[in-house]
């Protein structure tokens, strides 16, 4: 049973920088997912297993950095120039598959084990 527990989450005001962290209980292809009020969830960053593919959305280019420590098990998802649109629940998700990448790690489908997520405000 995969077991994935985030943190870092916060309210912060805009332009403002938040790190979240995704500790899980095994190295998987990882990914970070968000969910506004009313809004589907959505992608935001995926990192393969040793961090050889890294997928960003359009919407955090530039501003959002993922990265792994596979010693600690731990991703982290670094967010920079934070903007109110950003604001939503964001989860990780881990895919417990033995490969070291996958062609579709922005699908929300790819994914079968869900943090239980961690709340961003982003304040204008």
């Known amino acids: 049973q995969v077991q994935l527990v985030e943190s870092g989450g916060g309210l912060v005001q805009a332009g403002g920088s938040l790190r979240l962290s995704c500790a899980a209980s095994?190295?998987?292809?990882m990914g970070w997912f968000r969910q506004a009020p009313g809004k589907e969830r959505e992608f935001v960053a995926a990192?393969?297993?040793?961090?050889?593919?890294?997928v960003y959305a359009d919407s955090v280019k530039g501003r959002f950095t993922i990265s792994r420590d596979n010693a600690k098990n731990t991703v982290y998802l670094q967010m920079n120039s934070l903007k109110p649109e950003d604001t939503a629940v964001y989860y990780c998700?881990?895919?417990?598959?033995?490969?070291?990448?996958?062609?579709?790690?922005?699908?929300?489908?790819?994914?079968?084990?869900w943090g239980q997520g961690t709340q961003v405000t982003v304040s204008s």
């Open positions: 998700a881990a895919d417990s598959s033995p490969f070291e990448t996958a062609q579709l790690m922005d699908v929300f489908s790819q994914y079968n084990y």
């Open positions: 095994g190295r998987y292809i």
């Open positions: 990192i393969s297993r040793s961090s050889s593919t890294i």
